[in-house]
């Protein structure tokens, strides 16, 4: 066995999907389940996904050699904090959250010196909820963690080795680096998705244009049936480098609409040919 004991506090897709997938490793005898949410709770350990289970942090995590915060990003950082109350001081914290900067810096500054380290499992769908979990939901994906010079490096050995299991690669970057990169490749998208499923929904009148749409704007608009509690956090959290990716995006918006507006069908042209080249590169 790898681990005795790891547990998960917060078990959605991402933390239901984690603990299953750890199970099914055969390498962690024990995997605790942390869900305030009853009924999720009873789903997972009726189903498996953990072994054993509570619905709020406290001493059935003790013992554990690795907590894993998958909650909201909004509250990562409390909650690593409250579980290290009942943890022995050797074990290791981590989230799954998709913003770092904030986290890890707040984590940084906590006189008991949780040895924290900041992880993000590249991995989920647009659906949520432990009843969407799957267990080879990480295989093949990448994991960034997001070490920092205070991070004892046992401890990022051991998050590393935890993501290994289930199939993650991965791989580093600091924190404010993984911020700037996932406001482009990750929270842009999400704005992006959301604000076009709002512009056509508020445009057909009584006339409902979704039911005209063709494979295109669903697959473009799939993401925004997200949580919209999990990406406003997301979004509030990463906002500083986030509203500089919607400010670039609208500046390319703006390139195309000059070119409609004088008729410049050369100029848009090139744009398009620049973006769908972009686009083949990104393929490679």
């Known amino acids: 066995m790898t681990f005795k004991k790891v547990a998960v506090v917060g078990l959605g897709l991402i933390g239901g999907s984690l603990a299953a997938a750890l199970r099914n490793s055969g390498e962690v005898e024990e995997v605790f389940g942390v869900e305030r949410d009853a009924e999720s709770l009873r789903f997972a350990l009726e189903g498996g996904i953990a072994d054993a289970g509570s619905s709020e942090i406290g001493p059935g995590i ?18 690593a904090k409250e579980a290290s109350r009942f943890v022995s001081p050797g074990t290791v914290v981590c989230d799954t959250g998709s913003v770092k900067a ?35 939901l990480f295989s093949g994906k990448r994991c960034v963690v997001t070490p920092v010079e205070s991070t004892c490096p046992e401890a990022l050995s051991v998050v590393k080795t935890l993501f290994s299991l289930v199939g993650s690669e991965v791989v580093e970057m600091d924190p404010e680096s993984h911020d700037e990169v996932f406001s482009l490749v990750s929270h ?24 005209f749409s063709g494979g295109g704007l669903a697959d473009f608009t799939r993401i925004a049936g997200s949580s919209p509690e999990m990406w406003a956090g997301i979004f509030i959290e990463n906002r500083d480098a986030l509203v500089r990716a919607i400010r670039g995006f609208s500046g390319k918006l703006e390139e195309i609409e000059k070119a409609l507006v004088s008729g410049n069908v050369e100029e848009l042209v090139t744009l398009l040919r620049e973006a769908r080249d972009s686009k083949r590169d990104l393929g490679k």
């Not at 013992?63 to 909650?79: C, L, N, Q």
């Not at 008991?112 to 992880?119: N, Q, T, Y």
């Not at 842009?188 to 039911?211: C, I, K, Q, T």
Request: aromatic residues 6%.
């Open 188 to 211: 842009l998208p999400h704005a992006v998705a959301y604000s076009l499923v709002g512009a056509v929904a508020s445009s057909g009148g009584e006339r409902n244009l979704f039911d």
């Open 62 to 79: 003790s013992g554990s050699e690795i907590v894993v915060v998958a909650t909201y990003v909004d509250v990562i950082a409390g909650v």
């Open 102 to 136: 904030p986290i890890v810096r707040e984590m940084e500054k906590d006189p008991r010196k949780i040895r924290f380290v900041g992880a993000h499992p590249i991995a989920g769908r647009e659906a949520s909820g432990v009843r969407e979990s799957d267990p080879a």
